[in-house]
């Protein structure tokens, strides 16, 4: 099993910056992909970035050039670095992780429990 641990939410001003951390652990041999999600109140749970472990990165064309994701592979930990913050970025952001736990296994998808981003003046 892995298991996620997502930290780095809070309230910030219009502008400013916060770093969004995903820590797995558990049973992890590989982890072949990663993404972040955010969750509008109202609205639907919409992808922001994706990185993969060739080193791929996309991003939703309203994050672009604002938003950076990454992965350190020696701490199993995913970031998502948010810089001139919007009010439109206000939402619960979720990390999402496609884990190989065994070296001939396949990788299960695995999900954080979500962390608020809230950007106001």
């Known amino acids: 099993q892995v298991q996620l641990a997502e930290s780095g939410g809070g309230l910030v001003q219009p502008g400013g910056s916060l770093r969004l951390s995903c820590a797995a652990s558990?049973?992890?041999?590989?982890?072949?992909?990663m993404g972040w999600y955010r969750q509008a109140p109202g609205k639907q749970r919409e992808l922001v970035a994706t990185?993969?472990?060739?080193?791929?990165?996309t991003y939703d064309d309203s994050v672009k050039g604002r938003f950076t994701i990454s992965l350190d592979n020696a701490k199993n930990m995913v970031s998502l670095q948010m810089n001139s913050l919007k009010p439109e970025d206000t939402a619960v952001y979720y990390c999402n992780l496609h884990v190989t736990s065994t070296r001939y296994g396949t990788w299960r998808n695995y999900w954080g429990q979500g962390t608020q981003v809230t950007v106001s003046s």
């Open positions: 558990g049973s992890i041999f590989r982890i072949d992909a």
């Open positions: 990185l993969t472990n060739g080193g791929s990165r």
